[in-house]
């Protein structure tokens, strides 16, 4: 006899009762509640996603769904098996949508475990009750405040900007000679290291007084700023915003060629200044302070963002044989930057690996902690270009294939950003072959974003609208499947249904240019494995970082081969890791070396010069693969 | 018998015979040639100068005649010793006069022996032939470059300015890949230190092209620039002009008064960049060069002077208890200084030790020898301020009395700088008591400069004018002593002999100031000889510096109790040995760090502390002083 467990929804009156081993989805039902299922039940759209506020339950899957929310309860009722009494809270559909959209797009960053600023930070404060000269001891100012330093700290040397000299006698002496120098140093000021006064402020200013420092990720796309309290650690405020630049071309490709003509490259500096210092204002407001009081910035990008922010031609990176004019930058002042932060604040540019591989991936490498794991690890940015790392805390081979923006939305007759009114996931009913989709923010859609592009190509490959090539099926009985102008196409949304009156369709050109970037992609993996004389499903583990990634579906990203056919707890979605890294070297400087060594580390693969990637990469243009012992769970997908 | 000697004068007809051991200037009259003596054959003007072009005499003093003028055969007629026969040329007197007056005004300094640039230098330029990169070999620009320069040369770190980064792509590829990076090194380039890539030329530099630098002494008057060729150590140019900033005060202290009133320090600094960068221009062109070639400049300056050039408020300088911001200022570069020189070129403005002892005096000391001389040396600057050091190769111990502008000119009814149309010498008959004088320029006199103050005071007090204590003797039947509107008074000139229109005059107000000023310097000699426990007579040697030093007549200045008692040939004028240890610094680092070694050695006494300093200064406040054992010789003439 099989036991009856109870539970109750917060929206039912009364608790139903079924059987042990039941899904949650099952319980509602009997309940007499509508849970949205628009993937069917499959547990790939997270929709029916609610909170199990008492009681045990066991998850297949927790697919799309964070481990603080695991933790707070929720599970996704089309994959949850009910063991106990239960009582669940079915949260407004609005909620979850917006959780599914945005909840994980600001970083989700904590402070490391014993963080102590004193040891890890290289901005410090010292305040310092200094004896005020005499006849007896005429000691010039700049004299007797390096001598108090050097006798508080265990510094060897400490050095003075201009600016601080400019003002070090009236601060001095309107504060009866009690004053906080702001210093950056080397490493710790434990170290017998060197520093640099940067700043000085009036007054014995109290240690655990907020200290400000940023961190910021220079996307192609989008920027995205922290404001950081140095002492505690904590990021007090964060903003995003399109990078401004892209007025001036979508991708890296577009801004470099642009930057080569008349001013450019001055236009795009200004543009992508204008957008940090915007945000740094914003995130500042949010953080309750003030730019000029941020003492150390500490940027991520793409080497063409990093050269774009400080006016360095980057013609070479597209052009053969794709150089950097430079992967490590030294450390810069705000003032020779143009960021408005503390003008002698310093700024860091994270050290790149190649024209293709930046520090948004060094920096993801360190936050995703694929540099200290024992387990062989494939990390993945999905963006314009497809960078990925392979490797462990021993190794690192690491390479960028130009997927093209197909997944960022461009190249795609419908295709757009993930911004309101994107389409970001689509379902086909495997029976009518009719769609549904959720858009970003509600309303009416306005066109498909990335995520959209893999679940309608993953949705129509299943569901055999198309076959393993991408070409249509017109036998089928649907109106939505049909001949356009760009051959065959499928309709997503009538007309009447969307924000830009006409129907939202994806052609077989648009096929053509998602399958070239994933196969590009899983082209990439291969070369990588195949470097290191490794088949992928050695890899242990799959971390996927980038703004992008974390809206990707992976069961249907595996459907169309975007990514490797592995059990789904292989795979995490880690957010931005790129802005991730940034804090964490804002945070500690032995974070910052450690993204120095890794940068060093790392075995650049260039793929346009690799046979095998293009072998690779025509095996990889079928749905999912010509070889389709790669993609074991997939067959068994399709044969059902 | 005694033998004698023909001696043949070039604007006479024939050759005069006259006896072995007679003087210049009898076989001058003999041969019936006019020849100036003002002072009257005391060897005091140095006016009867002539050029022995052949032929041996002996020189009793070569007072007022440099080294040069001696190797050249110049002679002072009086004060010289027929001991053969002769040729001699006896230059027009215009000549003589401006010898006398500018001739030794521009630093007169010679290359170091065994210069070698690669050595001695800071500024180095490092050419490279580059391997272009690869498909095989994508090392970025810089890593590329630095990794030669790293190959190239024993340092152990190269970082770049972001200036260079943002030129670097640029000139690689516009030339070949065959660039000649500039270099600036904490020292050697054989040292295993660090160095900056502050430019990048095109193309393979040959090593003897000239590379500039600058040497700039920042006087409260002057300003004085040479630009040098680093790789031959010459100076090709020379410029000096009035600092600009004179129109906002003729001193250090009505500068610092100005400078804390609204923007005056902003415009103060703005004056002196201009003088500076209009001596910039000028200099580079002489040397046949351009200002932003030049990638060093090193700054000798006053205190004073070096705060107002970096805009440091020198608000402290002037009141107790008398500290400067800073004596040891960080290397900048010229657009944080605003020098019009190469923006990434650095400027090193040379370490002080006082409010009242700057870089001028510590660039001094290494440029006169003392800081390696056995000898007890006494080394003088006699501006505003009179700034003395007192020591050898072991010990330095230094004081600055403010002697007031007295000698400068101010606070003197008939003062004046020396300019055009100043008296720069007066003779007095002491028959008639009648004056004679030496107008800078020639023409009518419009007034009195320091070295015709020292002469006046002096041939006053040696004719009985005044007497001991500077008061007039009424009872000298000459109309030249007179009561004026300021007690006793001297004409000089009548009036209608002046430019000015009215009688150039020296009161008992003038007087007074003036013996407050050289009684300051006095008791400052005292104050350091005593504070070591040595008598001014143990002094070996007494080295005189500054633009001023190199006109004082040394037994007027003896005469007056300015200086002190000793015989002739331990004084030496060095003329402006502020820009001669700028220029050394600007050579050799290694001259540079001794010039700071200095500096930290030398013990610094504060006068306005010192209740010796106001003893030492009463007693002399009489001509020479009033204990006459200390000017022995002084006494020997008066008693004459």
Not at 31 to 45: D, L, S, V
Not at 153 to 176: M, Y
Not at 231 to 244: D, H
Not at 272 to 292: D, F, G, Y
Request: negative net charge; contains cysteine; charged residues 20%.
């Amino acid at each position: 006899m099989a036991t009856n467990y109870r539970v109750k929804f917060d929206v039912a009156e009364e608790a139903v009762e079924i059987p042990a081993g039941s899904m949650l989805t099952a319980a509602a039902e009997k309940a007499g509640i509508q849970i949205n299922q628009p993937c069917g039940g499959q547990g790939r759209c997270g929709q029916c996603a609610v909170q199990v506020t008492s009681g045990k339950v066991r998850r297949r899957s927790t697919m799309r769904l964070s481990t603080e929310d695991v933790e707070q309860g929720y599970a996704i009722a089309c994959q949850t098996v009910v063991e106990g009494d239960l009582e669940v809270v079915v949260p407004p559909q609005e909620k979850i949508q917006q959780h599914l959209t945005t909840g994980q797009s600001a970083a989700d960053v904590s402070v490391p475990d014993g963080y102590l600023a004193k040891q890890a930070q290289v901005i410090h404060r010292v305040p310092l009750e200094l004896k005020p000269p005499s006849m007896e001891d005429q000691t010039s100012d700049w004299a007797r405040l390096r001598t108090a330093l050097l006798q508080t700290t265990s510094l060897a040397q400490v050095d003075i900007s201009l600016p601080v000299l400019q003002k070090l006698s009236g601060v001095l002496r309107e504060n009866n000679w009690q004053v906080t120098p702001v210093l950056y140093a080397e490493s710790s000021l434990q170290a017998d290291g060197s520093a640099q006064v940067i700043d000085i402020l009036p007054g014995l200013v109290a240690p655990d007084e907020p200290l400000w420092g940023a961190a910021v990720d220079i996307g192609t796309t989008t920027v995205k700023v922290m404001v950081v309290d140095l002492i505690s650690g904590e990021p007090k405020g964060q903003a995003s915003e399109y990078n401004a630049q892209i007025t001036r071309g979508e991708d890296v490709i577009s801004r470099i060629i642009f930057s080569s003509k008349g001013t450019g490259n001055q236009t795009l500096r200004e543009l992508v200044l204008e957008t940090i210092n915007e945000l740094l204002n914003k995130a500042s407001r949010r953080a309750k302070t003030r730019p000029e009081k941020i003492y150390h910035t500490v940027i991520s990008g793409n080497s063409t963002m990093i050269h774009l922010l400080l006016q360095i031609p980057p013609s070479s990176i597209r052009l053969a044989p794709y150089v950097t004019v430079a992967n490590h930058i030294p450390v810069l002042s705000a003032l020779e930057t143009g960021l408005n932060s503390h003008p002698e604040g310093k700024v860091t540019c994270l050290p790149g690996v190649a024209s293709y591989v930046g520090s948004d991936i060094t920096a993801g490498v360190l936050s995703s902690g694929l540099s200290e794991t024992e387990k062989v690890t494939l990390f993945l940015d999905v963006g314009t270009n497809g960078e990925m790392v392979l490797g462990s805390n021993e190794w690192l081979v690491t390479c960028a294939c130009s997927a093209g923006p197909a997944f960022e939305g461009a190249g795609v007759l419908h295709g757009m950003r993930a911004t309101t009114g994107a389409i970001d996931e689509v379902w086909i009913n495997s029976q009518n072959l009719e769609s549904s989709w959720r858009v970003i923010g509600g309303g009416k859609p306005k066109g498909l974003c990335g995520s959209a592009l893999i679940s309608l190509l993953a949705e129509m490959l299943m569901t055999g609208v198309i076959n393993k090539s991408g070409r249509f099926d017109f036998t089928r009985d649907t109106e939505r499947i049909r001949k356009g102008s760009h051959g065959g196409e499928y309709v997503v949304c009538w007309e009447d249904e969307t924000e830009i009156g006409e129907d939202i369709i994806l052609t077989e050109v648009d096929i053509d240019n998602l399958m070239r970037a994933k196969a590009a992609i899983f082209a990439g993996f291969s070369v990588l494995g195949d470097s290191v004389g490794m088949p992928l499903k050695a890899v242990e583990q799959v971390l996927i970082g980038g703004g992008f990634g974390q809206y990707i579906n992976v069961e249907k990203a595996v459907q169309i081969g975007l990514l490797p056919d592995m059990p789904w707890e292989k795979f995490e979605f880690l957010g931005n890791t790129s802005l991730k890294g940034a804090y964490l070297a804002l945070l500690d400087f032995q974070n910052r070396e450690e993204i120095s060594r890794i940068a060093s580390k790392m075995t650049y693969i260039e793929l346009s010069a690799d046979n095998r990637f293009f072998d690779a990469f025509t095996s990889a243009m079928f749905l999912p693969h010509t070889d389709m012992t790669l993609f074991p769970s997939v067959q068994i997908s399709l044969d059902k």
